[in-house]
């Protein structure tokens, strides 16, 4: 009985002490408005972010994270929203930085937002793929998810997945699992790019522009230096990410997403070898899901 029992209490806190590397936070405690505090609001569970022809703003966590779960509840700006870019994202600092994003790429009144994403691992990105949203954003909130482990990088949008990124480092093409990463959100002017290659301009006559976010949880191990390489990748009851259900996604999960790029996707970095002279990045040549 005494060896049961020490048993249990041994799995009690290493239990704990897993969970110890987690957060579960709202805006109003684990974010801070970074830039265009004059425009920007953060009230409990909800921020709003204000675009005008002096400054945009944004929004960054506290703390980084390497692993977990990310989501946040967006309405993004409504009417003419050419030029402006609404984004989302998770990276690390320097040139060899990782970056896991969603951007919302305003268009002019009537046509469809284009959800745009990406991925960077040791500073090298150009892995973009993008889609037509299959509902108005601007009409109510939707839930944009970004799940991340050792395995695969997941992005959802009300829990449809809509891209994955697998990890294939043991074949020399890198995955972002040693840096930790802090959360960005924003909205700024980017008409030089942002809709129909920059032909389509801001009309400043519809300021201010608003993006509503509510809700964000980083449901996610702490990052406390490279220690956390080995800690938040470790396969413990308390890190939930690493269990074999969240290795690949479910069969279910699979349909929802092939459904999706079937109908939604209009862009796939993996398909344009024009762009890269016939030079197609690695990973696509891979089982993507």
């Not at 806190?13 to 953060?42: E, P």
């Not at 994270?65 to 050419?82: C, Q």
């Not at 006559?205 to 449901?219: D, E, V």
């Not at 969240?246 to 970095?269: E, F, N, P, T, W």
Request: with cysteine; proline share 5%; glycine share 8%.
């Amino acid at each position: 009985m005494a060896s049961l029992q020490t048993f249990l209490m041994v799995i009690f806190f290493t239990a704990i002490a897993c969970h110890q590397g987690l957060v579960d936070a709202n805006f109003s405690k684990s974010m801070y408005i970074n830039w265009g505090a004059n425009h920007s609001s953060i009230m409990g569970e909800d921020l709003n972010l204000v675009l005008d022809q002096s400054s945009g703003s944004g929004a960054q966590t506290k703390r980084p994270f390497l692993f977990g779960t990310i989501e946040m509840l967006i309405k993004l700006v409504p009417g003419n929203s050419a030029g402006t870019v609404t984004a989302y994202y998770l990276t690390s600092t320097g040139s060899q930085h990782d970056e896991i994003d969603f951007e919302f790429l305003g268009n002019v009144s009537g046509q469809p937002y284009i959800i745009h994403t990406n991925i960077y691992t040791q500073g090298k990105g150009d892995r973009e793929q993008q889609f037509y949203p299959w509902f108005d954003p601007t009409a109510d909130y939707h839930n944009y998810t970004i799940h991340w482990n050792p395995t695969e990088v997941v992005w959802y949008i009300d829990s449809v997945p809509i891209r994955v990124f697998r990890n294939y480092e043991k074949d020399g093409i890198a995955y972002p699992n040693k840096q930790g990463m802090r959360v960005h959100t924003s909205l700024w002017n980017a008409d030089d790019w942002a809709t129909r290659g920059g032909l389509d301009k801001i009309d400043w006559k519809n300021t201010p522009f608003i993006a509503r976010l509510r809700r964000f949880r980083a449901r996610a191990c702490k990052w406390n230096g490279p220690v956390s390489i080995s800690q938040c990748a470790a396969k413990t009851p308390g890190n939930w990410w690493t269990s074999p259900i969240y290795g690949q996604l479910s069969s279910a999960k699979l349909v929802q997403l092939k459904q999706v790029r079937d109908k939604y996707m209009i862009y796939d970095y993996c398909k344009d070898t024009k762009r890269f002279n016939g030079k197609i990045a690695p990973e696509c040549f891979k089982p993507q899901f």
